[in-house]
């Protein structure tokens, strides 16, 4: 898929369909974020993949809206020191599930320090982001549209109100 026609077309997806994701896709998503840049590449992340049902309860009662988690074929939680760099590669892995026709969404954690207690992490591994992804409930064509159409679509500012030239 084209790049751009990735990011126009992608939204956070929060309902999943009951279809497990193969591994070779897991494999491929968690590699995008492996590959992301950092600064001066310290690569500040680990990627803790929660696969037993029982933890992934647990997690749900952590983040804002806990049926994100609960009903997702892939839970990754993304521990970093830095917002940036581990924004940027929540941002990999969202995009390369979604050239796999994935979906994803980014979950928040109302208080981060509970979510650590229960993955047992040290001080210094702070959970950044709880990532969702699965299969759409009602399928993905992300090319019905050409990327400039779903830019329409989307609910953004306008980009006038976005960039300044000075």
């Not at 309902?15 to 690569?43: C, F, H, K, M, T």
């Not at 049926?67 to 997702?72: D, E, I, K, Q």
């Not at 521990?79 to 390369?96: I, T």
Request: hydrophobic share 45%; charged share 25%; proline share 6%.
């Amino acid at each position: 898929m084209d790049v751009y026609l990735a990011i126009a077309s992608k939204r956070d997806t929060r309902r999943y369909a009951e279809r497990p994701i193969p591994d070779e896709v897991v494999e491929r998503i968690l590699d995008a974020g492996r590959l992301s840049g950092s600064a001066r590449n310290i690569q500040p992340w680990r990627f803790i993949v929660v696969e037993s049902r029982q933890l992934v309860e647990q997690l749900a009662e952590t983040v804002y809206v806990a049926t994100n988690v609960l009903g997702a074929a892939l839970v990754v939680v993304l521990v970093s020191r830095s917002a940036l760099d581990g924004g940027r590669a929540a941002q990999n892995m969202m995009l390369a599930a979604w050239n796999d026709g994935v979906a994803s969404c980014p979950n928040g954690m109302p208080d981060p320090a509970r979510t650590a207690a229960l993955l047992r992490l040290g001080e210094d591994e702070p959970p950044l982001l709880v990532l969702t992804f699965g299969y759409t409930v009602t399928g993905r064509d992300p090319e019905r549209h050409s990327s400039e159409e779903w830019s329409r679509r989307a609910d953004r500012k306008p980009l006038a109100e976005l960039v300044a030239r000075i």
